[in-house]
């Protein structure tokens, strides 16, 4: 079965620096997407960036890329130049090729909190 | 713009009462998803759909029951609350051409008494 592992429950970062939180995932599947999406204080979850096991590029959007480490199952999340903003709880999900109909594993969530 | 809505956002139920959330989009999509999170964890997955009048059980599906009326709108019925479903759950909805990322409703906090 499918696992998804945040082991960093919190990390604080001054502003304007860059922080990185760390992901591994269990899956059976040769075929599977990555996930990373933000939950803010008002619980208001929000989708960030994708990373496509059969990709070897990192995906970057915006402030955010990853750091896609396939033979060691990993997925970190990296935010550059952050914001105050950037202050929020990330998950890392998996989505299994044959997995429940496209649905999400999720990770216990990693709480970023950025000072100013 | 795509969305998806969830009502009530907050509701206080009896143990032993029955609970019915309820969740629209207007994503056009044909997958929708009913999670669960508790306090301090990531989300898990009760129900989901595929297609209308067609339910699926997730990974916890006990207690709970969906129905899926039409593409639009997915319901999660708790037909007798308990203690331990005291938490927030969360719509969300999906398709291949949005490569399957889903997007989520603003949560329902269900406070059972």
């Known amino acids: 079965a499918q696992k998804v592992t945040q082991t960093q429950t919190s990390i604080s970062v001054m502003e304007k620096t860059t922080v990185t939180m760390d992901c591994v995932y269990e899956t059976q599947d040769s075929s599977y997407f990555l996930f990373w999406y933000k939950q803010t204080a008002s619980g208001e979850i929000v989708f960030l960036i994708r990373q496509d096991s059969y990709k070897k590029e990192n995906a970057t959007v915006g402030h955010y890329s990853l750091n896609f480490q396939k033979p060691k199952s990993s997925i970190g999340l990296i935010i550059t130049a952050t914001q105050i903003e950037d202050s929020a709880v990330y998950f890392c999900?998996?989505?299994?090729?044959?997995?429940?109909?496209?649905?999400?594993?999720f990770g216990s969530g990693t709480k970023v909190i950025v000072l100013p | 713009e795509a969305a998806v809505t969830q009502s009530p956002r907050s509701k206080v139920a009896v143990t032993g009462g029955k609970v019915t959330l309820s969740c629209h989009q207007t994503n056009n999509h044909d997958y929708m998803y009913w999670y669960r999170q508790d306090t301090g964890h990531g989300l898990r997955l009760i129900h989901y759909?595929?297609?209308?009048?067609?339910?699926e059980k997730g990974d916890i599906p006990d207690g709970y029951k969906a129905s899926r009326p039409s593409q639009e709108n997915f319901s999660l019925i708790l037909e007798l609350a308990s203690l331990s479903q005291t938490a927030v759950y969360f719509c969300?909805?999906?398709?291949?051409?949005?490569?399957?990322?889903?997007?989520f409703g603003p949560g329902t906090r269900l406070t059972v008494l």
């Open positions: 969300a909805s999906s398709d291949a051409q949005s490569s399957y990322e889903q997007y």
């Open positions: 999900a998996m989505r299994e090729e044959t997995g429940f109909a496209s649905a999400l594993t």
């Open positions: 759909s595929y297609v209308a009048d067609s339910t």
